[in-house]
């Protein structure tokens, strides 16, 4: 799974800035919205899933 960055506590001011230019969605991501891709993932629902890179970012474009 590629959550790209993520807010967990580790972003100063400076970097926020920086990152929140590259998000389509106008905001970093939050440990919340990785956690549901996993909590997907565990669950019955993703029993055909195999083998996939599952891009959860916002869109980040990573310039």
């Not at 800035?17 to 905001?27: I, S, T, V």
């Not at 990785?34 to 890179?53: C, E, H, N």
Request: net charge negative; with cysteine; glycine share 12%.
């Amino acid at each position: 799974m590629n959550p790209g960055p993520t807010d967990s506590g580790w972003i100063n001011e400076d970097t926020k800035r920086h990152l929140l230019a590259q998000f389509p969605a106008d905001r970093i991501g939050k440990p919340e919205d990785v956690a549901k891709v996993i909590a997907f993932l565990t669950s019955d629902d993703s029993y055909w899933l195999t083998g996939q890179m599952i891009r959860c970012e916002g869109g980040f474009l990573g310039k």
